[in-house]
């Protein structure tokens, strides 16, 4: 996956997919993609199920836009969405997009920006269809953000003033790291190694998330993926080498005979 802070990115989202209280943690995550030049939100807004959004629109700049439910059963909101991804595509300067929703209409607009070679990062929910997920570049999961900002808070220092942030959502329990994961990251070891079946991890991490998308260490109660790969020791063996300057280490991997 192309990685460059400097990408200008469009950031939409989907109030009525999305809970408004782990924004914080959200934006965060999208500028270690780049700058979210554009934030816009969607959603009806006379209604009162957002209402819990607006604090959130001021603190982080976010702009409204408003889109009447036309109809019942119907969601206005995602044909502003893609209309407005397609309005900013061929008239602003933008490097990505973020779609954050849980929907999976906005499939066909992933793909449609990714075929026009923008990069594309869609955050949702675990009950996220699969279609959307894979439709991105990279996609994150709201609970693994949910857990990173209650660590955030947890390390607070007492007598520190209270944040008038809402409160995240409950972190859900982490994914088991199953044979079927463990295949997947062998398969892509195979894929980069050299004739000493040595692979560089940062080059196994990209290719990882180019096979899936949705792939996070974090999904698996990892920071990092070279802490969870070491605990797989049983599987995959692990050597650090120095470069140049002696405190900078590339890390390798194999697969263990």
Request: proline share 5%.
């Amino acid at each position: 996956m192309r990685e460059n802070t400097d990408l200008n990115l469009a950031v939409l989202i989907d109030a009525d997919n999305i809970p408004y209280a782990n924004i914080k943690g959200m934006l965060d995550e999208i500028t270690k993609f780049g700058i979210p030049s554009i934030k816009r939100i969607y959603a009806d807004w006379t209604k009162p199920t957002v209402a819990g959004w607006k604090p959130a629109l001021l603190e982080h700049a976010i702009t409204p836009i408003q889109q009447y439910s036309y109809t019942t059963g119907k969601n206005a909101t995602d044909s502003a969405m893609i209309i407005d991804a397609m309005d900013i595509l061929h008239r602003e300067k933008i490097d990505g997009f973020c779609i954050v929703s849980s929907d999976s209409d906005f499939t066909r607009l992933a793909t449609r920006l990714r075929e026009s070679s923008k990069l594309v990062i869609g955050i949702g929910e675990k009950k996220t269809p699969k279609p959307f997920i894979v439709a991105c570049d990279k996609f994150i999961y709201l609970e693994i953000l949910s857990e990173s900002e209650t660590a955030g808070r947890e390390q607070e220092p007492k007598g520190s003033k209270t944040s008038t942030t809402p409160k995240p959502t409950p972190a859900v329990e982490v994914d088991k790291i199953d044979a079927k994961l463990i295949n997947l990251i062998k398969t892509t070891i195979d894929d980069i190694a050299d004739d000493t079946e040595w692979a560089f991890l940062a080059r196994v991490g990209g290719l990882l998330n180019k096979k899936r998308p949705d792939f996070d260490p974090r999904n698996y109660g990892f920071t990092k993926l070279t802490p969870m790969i070491k605990s797989l020791d049983s599987e995959f063996e692990i050597e650090e080498r120095a470069v140049g300057n002696k405190s900078i280490k590339h890390v390798y991997v194999r697969i263990k005979k």
